[in-house]
């Protein structure tokens, strides 16, 4: 299982920007699978987006589509949540999340690493 450590987080206003990213503590991400959540204060957890290993193919929330990009870095150490124009609703934690698979992610996969998320506020 992948040891993974999101960063980025942090308090903006609403139409502002932030870049997340999901790292691994001692390899490469290359071929993982990363799928993005978040958790609202008192609401369970919803899938953002995904990107998967194989192509590069992504899936989004129908509520971030257009806004949000998943997106890997040339070196394949990191993958980044691109977060434009947000919005009070994005608030939450969000988690990254890693499956060792080839497979193209999709709104069900299911995940056998997290990391420990990383505090989004948007305020109004």
């Known amino acids: 299982q992948a040891q993974l450590i999101e960063s980025g987080g942090g308090l903006v206003q609403a139409g502002d920007s932030l870049r997340l990213s999901c790292a691994a503590s001692?390899?490469?991400?290359?071929?993982?699978?990363i799928g993005w959540f978040r958790q609202a204060p008192g609401q369970g957890r919803e899938g953002v987006s995904c990107?998967?290993?194989?192509?590069?193919?992504?899936w989004y929330a129908t509520s971030v589509k257009a806004r949000f990009t998943s997106s890997r870095d040339n070196n394949e150490k990191t993958v980044s949540l691109q977060m434009n124009n947000l919005k009070p609703e994005d608030t939450g934690v969000y988690y990254c999340?890693?499956?060792?698979?080839?497979?193209?992610?999709?709104?069900?996969?299911?995940?056998?690493?997290w990391g420990q998320g990383t505090q989004v506020t948007v305020s109004s």
């Open positions: 999340a890693a499956l060792d698979t080839y497979y193209s992610c999709s709104e069900y996969m299911s995940y056998d690493s």
């Open positions: 001692e390899f490469s991400l290359e071929r993982y699978t």
């Open positions: 990107i998967s290993a194989s192509d590069g193919s992504t």
